[in-house]
């Protein structure tokens, strides 16, 4: 395998999957959480540096964010600060399944129609 590629196959029904190390990633960290019915991250959280961007990939749950408690379900993604409090639980009748990726706030140059270059390559599906 080529050094700038690294791929990693993950059981994707354990109930934490955290890809820093298994991809060796140097600019974020991502996680998956699948939480059962009723259950929650046992702790309120926040961060000193990182934004999280969430998004529910199945299932329904509460968000608790400084202090207020918001309904979430499939589809639905979210940015919080690094300094918002933080915790989640997936409803009583629906476990739910979340990514989770952190990136320090405000590191964003750019993005992909203004960091990416064609190259003259071609796929061979082209």
């Not at 690094?82 to 009748?93: H, L, T, V």
């Amino acid at each position: 395998m080529s050094e700038v590629f690294k791929l990693a196959h993950v059981d994707m029904t354990a109930p934490r999957i955290e890809l820093h190390n298994a991809l060796a990633l140097t600019g974020c960290e991502v996680s998956i959480s699948n939480i059962a019915a009723g259950a929650a991250i046992p702790f309120v959280h926040r961060h000193v540096a990182n934004e999280e961007l969430y998004g529910v990939l199945a299932g329904k749950g509460e968000l608790y964010i400084d202090g207020k408690v918001v309904q979430i379900e499939k589809g639905d993604w979210f940015r919080i600060d690094p300094e918002g409090r933080r915790a989640i639980r997936a409803a009583a009748d629906s476990g739910i399944t979340l990514i989770c990726v952190q990136t320090r706030k405000g590191s964003l140059g750019n993005y992909t129609m203004t960091d990416g270059v064609l190259v003259d390559d071609r796929a061979p599906w082209l």
